[in-house]
């Protein structure tokens, strides 16, 4: 898990040309980004990254997560507190500091049920998922709600 986390970190957060749509800023801790295949859910993602970057949070404050990763074919639900523990074993300074975690086709996840790690968290997949907001669950075939 070190290895995938420090591999995201090494890659850059590009600059995505700007969009019409944004990512809410809202006080919740799971914010969802759910719609068709490649309508630039994981852009959005990314692009909050960079203005996040662009307003001075250090990047040891963030994390990417592509879930299509084959070295992540394995996770499970249950195994989602190992990337907390990896990221505030590479991060510790991190630890009590308001983190974003972003989880891209976090759907991919075997056993989906109540998400792991502490911090604000976005999540992009396809339509077939949504977010129970009170539970912090990514349920395929449920729709997201206000």
Known sequence: ???????????????????????????????????????????????????????????????????EDDRLADLRTEDLHLIEEAFFGLHPESHGQECWFCFDEIQDVPGRGRSGPGGRQAGAGRSGMALDARMGAVRPGSTLRP
């Open 1 to 67: 898990m070190h290895q995938v986390l420090t591999d995201a970190e090494a890659e850059p957060v590009p600059r995505p040309t700007r969009r019409d749509v944004v990512l809410p800023q809202r006080t919740v801790k799971v914010d969802a980004v759910i719609g068709m295949r490649r309508v630039g859910k994981s852009w959005l993602l990314l692009h909050r990254m960079r203005e996040l970057l662009d307003a001075g949070v250090p990047r040891s404050l963030m994390l990417h997560v592509e879930f």
